[in-house]
């Protein structure tokens, strides 16, 4: 059986090429967060780390212009 966690937005979604870097660390994507906040490009490469390392999986869903969908797995 698996758990899953899915945390989904409504935001400006990410492009393919984004989606690429997404999880690589110090990345800065194409679109800009939707309330300014300023961003290092280290938050979803930490979460990738421990994810694998607790033997999950994470992975983003996404289309621009109708948000995304960013999911965490445990089996």
Same mark, same amino acid.
């Given at each position: 059986?698996?758990?899953?966690?899915?945390?989904?937005?409504? *935001?400006? $979604? %990410? +492009?393919?090429?984004? @989606?690429?870097?997404?999880?690589?660390?110090?990345?800065?994507?194409?679109?800009?967060?939707?309330?300014?906040?300023?961003?290092? *490009?280290? $938050? %979803? +490469?930490?979460?990738? @780390?421990?994810?694998?390392?607790?033997?999950?999986?994470?992975?983003?869903?996404?289309?621009?212009?109708?948000?995304?969908?960013?999911?965490?797995?445990?089996?």
């Amino acid at each position: 059986s698996e758990v899953r966690i899915s945390v989904i937005d409504q *935001g400006p $979604g %990410l +492009s393919e090429e984004d @989606q690429q870097l997404l999880f690589k660390k110090f990345q800065r994507l194409s679109t800009h967060p939707t309330d300014g906040e300023k961003s290092t *490009g280290l $938050g %979803l +490469s930490i979460v990738k @780390q421990y994810v694998e390392l607790m033997g999950g999986r994470v992975w983003c869903e996404s289309e621009p212009g109708k948000g995304a969908a960013f999911h965490v797995a445990f089996t």
